[in-house]
T-cell receptor, first 115, second 114 residues
């Protein structure tokens, strides 16, 4: 069964460093998403991406964040200068085009720890 | 904008007892609705979803949920809880224009007593 794959499963970084979280969406999916979940809190939408551009983003997704689909298979989230409060689980998700059984499939997440 | 309320932060049930987890949503039209389960430190597993049609939906692991438009609710039920059901449960709502942009509730932690 196809699945969304995220690497690494856990990343530790120093405050102020840049970090890139990587995701391989399901191959025939066209919509891509990042969510985050701070420990003990709910899952929050960050950004959606379609046709090589951001289609929607939340207030959380400020200038420190960027997303990219550098090739035909990967989808990345970059945090430019990490802060302690960026420590969270980050989930990537993807889905097929609208109107064809359209729930998003989530990856297992990358736990980011900023020290 | 859509929103989700899960009124119960923590629920404890005995193994074998029935379960109902509540979810209320706010959205201007008929939304897409989801229930996810998350074990500690793990990812999100989709239990079931509602897009349209039959308002009683069946999911995995013996779970079901009923969409009630008049009450803006999408409560999750299971007739007999197993110890392995202990986890965090999230209700989520997405607009019918972007099924991947979900707004999640705060979650309900389920504890199962032996």
């Amino acid at each position: 069964e196809p699945e969304v794959t995220q690497t690494p499963s856990h990343q530790v970084t120093q405050m102020g460093q840049e970090v890139i979280l990587r995701c391989v969406p399901i191959s025939n999916h066209l919509y891509f998403y990042w969510y985050r979940q701070i420990l003990g809190q709910k899952v929050e939408f960050l950004v959606s991406f379609y046709n090589n551009e951001i289609s929607e983003k939340s207030e959380i997704f400020d200038d420190q964040f960027s997303v990219e689909r550098p090739d035909g298979s990967n989808f990345t989230l970059k945090i430019r200068s990490t802060k302690l409060e960026d420590s969270a689980m980050y989930f990537c998700a993807s889905r097929r085009p609208q109107g064809s059984g359209t729930e998003a499939f989530f990856g297992q997440g990358t736990r980011l720890t900023v020290v | 904008a859509q929103s989700v309320t899960q009124p119960d932060i923590h629920i404890t049930v005995s193994e074998g007892a029935s379960l109902e987890l509540r979810c209320n949503y706010s959205y201007g039209a008929t939304p897409y609705l989801f229930w996810y389960v998350q074990s500690p430190g793990q990812g999100l597993q989709l239990l079931l979803k509602y897009f349209s049609g039959d308002t009683l939906v069946q999911g995995i692991k013996g779970f079901e949920a009923e969409f009630k438009r008049s009450q803006s609710s999408f409560n999750l039920r299971k007739p007999s809880v197993h110890w392995s059901d202990a986890a965090e449960y999230f209700c989520a709502v997405a607009p019918n224009t972007n099924a991947g942009k979900s707004t999640f509730g705060d979650g309900t932690t389920l504890t199962v007593k032996p």
